[in-house]
């Protein structure tokens, strides 16, 4: 199967030889979800742009990559008209805001879940805006047409399937999300097939990083301080990917990368 445009991005990641392709294929869509909103081609500048990022917002963490990434201007921008739409929702929502009446009965009746739910208009509202993200928001739609690709080419490309068999595995949370949307997707006879190959792969991979953890640990014993640190100097950030997702030990991605 001759390779196109869109295959190109995850046969790249599973060439790349990381602990996890999927998020080798995420840091990229991240950084270019980043450069799309403040890089040079000034997408902030744009009318429609602008009004998805006022509407949405971005999470805690898309917050401080953008602070990092260098432009202040564009942050600004994007910060000041984000914050006109806050100030008008924040009115709106005092205006309407009515406090619950307390009482022993409601009290007694609240479980666990209802606990942990708001309780108020206001809290709903803040609950809400911690949810929205317009570079998360760019991420998960983009991310499942790869997942798409995934099976599209474990059934038609020999070569990828040879790139998939022999790579280092996933993180756990995309090994999940292979396994799930595999479910969804293959016919009996493929899911006997492609669940045979991926977890032995997942318990060999996931055995590697132990072993390499062990070791990094037994190299802090005085008696291997001479002894060679073989596969295991970078075991941390690669067992906190291997167990979790994302690159940890990543420098922050800046705008003059």
């Known amino acids: 199967m001759k390779e196109k445009l869109y295959t190109i991005p995850l046969m790249d990641a599973f060439r790349a030889g990381e602990e996890c392709p999927f998020c080798y294929v995420e840091r990229s869509l991240e950084e270019h979800a980043i450069d799309f909103v403040l890089g040079p081609g000034a997408s902030y500048m744009e009318d429609d742009v602008r009004a998805e990022t006022d509407a949405m917002g971005f999470c805690r963490t898309h917050f401080k990559k953008m602070y990092e990434y260098g432009n202040r201007l564009g942050t600004g921008l994007i910060l000041k008209t984000h914050f006109q739409k806050l100030n008008q929702e924040l009115d709106e929502q005092i205006k309407m805001f009515a406090p619950s009446h307390a009482s022993l009965m409601s009290r007694l ?57 022999n790579c280092k595995g996933f993180c756990i949370p995309h090994f999940g999300e292979l396994a799930e949307e595999g479910d969804r997707v293959l016919s009996d006879k493929e899911k006997k097939e492609f669940y045979s190959e991926l977890f032995p792969l997942m318990q060999e991979n996931m055995k590697r990083l132990y072993d390499d953890l062990d070791w990094f640990c037994d190299k802090f014993d005085y008696r291997n301080k001479d002894a060679d640190w073989k596969t295991s100097k970078d075991a941390l950030p690669r067992g906190m990917q291997k167990a979790a997702g994302g690159f940890p030990a990543d420098p922050p991605y800046t705008s003059d990368k």
């Open 109 to 165: 009746k609240k479980n666990k879940t209802e606990e942990n739910a708001p309780r108020t208009s206001i809290g709903a509202w803040a609950a809400a805006t911690k949810e929205k993200c317009y570079i998360c928001n760019f991420n998960k739609n983009t991310y499942q047409r790869y997942l798409d690709t995934f099976f599209e080419l474990y059934r038609k490309n020999p070569e990828f399937k040879e790139l998939f068999k």
